[in-house]
């Protein structure tokens, strides 16, 4: 079992940074890829960034590259989710994912276990 917490979400202005971060606890938090995900209201969650357990590969959705950066810390247990140059449309509740696959980390189905959401507001 691993319990994931996230923290970090409130408003920000649009063009403006917010970090995110998941904090991990029980199983070996290096076994796990690590996902974030966002949802809006009437619609299906959506991938936004995953990092692999070994933390040499990162994967991101197009509407995030270049702006978002998933990075993880493996001595606190803990996944980053550094945004920048944010968007209304990044408005959500944000998602820590953790995966015992290190493939198709863009598949909501891969991951076995979720935190609660942290929710982000982007002003415009």
């Known amino acids: 079992q691993v319990q994931l917490v996230e923290s970090g979400g409130g408003l920000v202005q649009s063009g403006g940074p917010l970090r995110l971060s998941c904090a991990a606890s029980?199983?070996?938090?290096?076994?796990?890829?690590l996902g974030w995900f966002r949802q809006v209201p009437g619609k299906e969650r959506e991938f936004v960034a995953a990092?692999?357990?070994?933390?040499?590969?990162?994967y991101y959705a197009d509407s995030v590259k270049g702006r978002f950066t998933i990075s993880r810390d493996n001595a606190k247990n803990t996944v980053y989710l550094q945004m920048n140059s944010l968007k209304p449309e990044d408005t959500a509740v944000y998602y820590c994912?953790?995966?015992?696959?290190?493939?198709?980390?863009?598949?909501?189905?891969?991951?076995?276990?979720w935190g609660q959401g942290t929710q982000v507001t982007v002003s415009s």
């Open positions: 994912g953790a995966s015992g696959s290190q493939w198709n980390l863009r598949d909501s189905t891969a991951y076995v276990y």
């Open positions: 029980g199983r070996t938090f290096t076994n796990f890829s």
């Open positions: 990092i692999r357990w070994t933390g040499s590969d990162s």
